[in-house]
């Protein structure tokens, strides 16, 4: 009764009794296992438990009652997440080639676990009974990816890491932290310190609308994410949605300004100045900060909605035109992504880029996600490049689950409901397999305008985030909607005690 549905599930007679008496051993050969059983002695340590289970190393056979963490030896070099889990009435054995496969089936387990707590009513269970189970699995797709808009709306360090943990329970492994726009830039960047000092606060003065994290709060969700093998990718939105940037440096626009930190949402006019070349001082310098601040290979570059109005009529941006020889200003976006990619180059990093950018000629090696439906993804995979499927038809969870007119969301496309998130499929049929494999997966995207809280984030994406974690990990032909409402519903006391759930995990 695992979401995303496993591989294989062989479910037998019995329960393990998982109680204090139990140990998590781990085999005696060095620190980064022990790292793994960590987060497995906090999950049952919290609460609804009290089972703080203390960790054994180990060599040759396994204490008794114990949940051990095996690591198996591999010939292969990329053997993923792959991962086994056994649950018998004498004890638990979570085996893998790596500790990414090792968290992947505790977090199997810990969902098993979860189910039997939603049907206690306690706030301190000191024994729970884990069914005897035998699970093979691993996911179909690389990328498994949540986004989240931090400008909107801001949400704190703490809220971030609830949002970490549902990604980790649901097998997730890609945290797209959206932390600038027209509304507000939320990262420290010393050398440009009125991005926080003023682009990170709005006038209106209404709840999350200002704040930012500093590089130690970074740090510390990276760590976070890290020990639920969850990676976090920084978008910085460029050359469009600055006004934020530009709140704090008017010298970077095409008018010189003033603007404030926008308080409506929408596609916004004034954006960076391309024909200034302080304009790269300022990215390349910011760029820099970035990369040394984060560990991902990926740093996302936004390049969606850039209205060219303002470079139409700026005498800088069309000498940059004629000294480039650019045909338009479409060319004008492609020099500056041309550009930012050769910088992060230097950095070593590669770029991700929303769907807009393949018009303007997306430069090789880089990644595009596909927002505005599936052709421009189709297209980017067919040319060779490497795609992240997030159309808006069934990725964008701001959108509204129903038709119900009390339903809370966007207004400016169709609802999508959790059974059409749940056909979602990353790799249409048009894609023959050769193209197929430039899709590395898939993600939902999480604008927060209509979102001011993290009560509100989470009512937009559970239960939606379930069903695509399925379409993400489980293999397609294994998909199976009345088998999943099964497992969801056995989820659910435990998702609607803990987390502000939309009703229609109850069905339509
Ligand atoms: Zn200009």
């Given amino acids: 009764m695992i979401i995303p549905n496993p591989s294989t599930t062989k479910p037998s007679a019995g329960s ?126 690389g990328w498994r990816g949540m986004h989240l808009d931090v400008s909107r709306h801001f949400f704190p360090v703490n809220d971030i890491k609830r949002y970490l943990d549902l990604l980790a329970l649901f097998k997730f492994n890609v945290f797209h932290w959206h932390l600038t726009d027209d509304q507000g830039w939320r990262v420290q960047i010393d050398a440009f310190a009125k991005l926080t000092e003023i682009g990170a606060k709005r006038a209106d003065n209404k709840p999350s609308g200002s704040g930012f994290y500093t590089k130690k709060d970074i740090r510390e969700v990276i760590e976070y994410a890290k020990l639920r093998h969850i990676e976090v990718i920084p978008e910085i939105d460029l050359p469009g949605h600055t006004q934020a940037v530009l709140a704090a440096y008017p010298e970077l626009s095409c008018t010189g300004g003033p603007f404030d930190v926008s308080q409506t949402s929408g596609i916004h006019k004034d954006v960076l100045c391309v024909g200034n070349e302080d304009t790269f001082k300022f990215v390349t310098g910011m ?102 499927m997030s159309p808006h038809s069934h990725c964008y969870f701001d959108f509204k689950h129903s038709k119900d007119p009390s339903d809370h969301g966007a207004t400016w496309a169709d609802p999508i409901s959790l059974k059409e998130v749940y056909d979602f499929e990353p790799i249409p049929a048009i894609l023959d397999a050769k193209a197929a494999k430039n899709v590395l997966g898939g993600q939902a995207n999480v604008w927060t305008e209509r979102m001011p809280d993290f009560a509100t984030v989470e009512s937009m994406i ?40 939309h009703k229609c995990i109850h069905g339509d």
Avoid at 19 to 34: K, P, Q
Avoid at 347 to 375: I, Q
């Fill in 16 to 141: 393990f009794a998982l109680n204090r008496e139990c140990v998590i051993g781990v085999m005696d050969d060095g620190n980064a296992e022990a790292r793994v059983g960590e987060y497995l002695h906090g999950l049952f340590a919290q609460s609804p438990f009290e089972i703080p289970l203390d960790i054994t190393h180990f060599a040759g056979d396994a204490p008794n009652r114990s949940i051990r963490l095996l690591k198996k030896p591999s010939d292969h070099a990329d053997i993923g997440e792959q991962h086994e889990l056994a649950v018998t009435t004498d004890g638990i054995t979570i085996s893998a080639h790596n500790d990414a496969g090792l968290t992947r089936g505790i977090q199997s387990l810990y969902q098993l676990a979860l189910q039997q707590v939603g049907l206690i009513d306690s706030t301190s269970i000191k024994e729970i009974r884990i069914p005897a189970i035998q699970v093979t699995d691993k996911p179909r797709f």
């Fill in 287 to 388: 760029l820099d900060e970035i990369a040394e601040l984060f560990e991902s290979q990926y740093i996302h570059l936004g390049g969606d909605e850039c209205p060219t109005d303002r470079w139409k009529e700026c005498k800088k941006c069309q000498k940059r035109m004629a000294d480039e020889k650019l045909k338009d200003e479409t060319g004008l976006q492609g020099y500056f992504t041309t550009r930012m990619v050769q910088h992060l180059e230097k950095l070593n990093r590669v770029g991700v880029f929303w769907d807009e950018v393949l018009e303007l000629g997306l430069p090789a090696g880089n990644v595009l996600m596909s927002w505005r439906g599936m052709d421009h993804g189709i297209n980017a995979a067919k040319q060779g490049h490497r795609v992240v």
């Fill in 462 to 501: 559970l239960p939606r985030m379930c069903a695509l974690s399925e379409v993400l990990w489980s293999d397609a032909k294994d998909r199976n909607w009345p088998d999943f409402r099964k497992r969801l519903a056995a989820l659910t006391p435990w998702l609607e005690k803990n987390h502000n759930v």
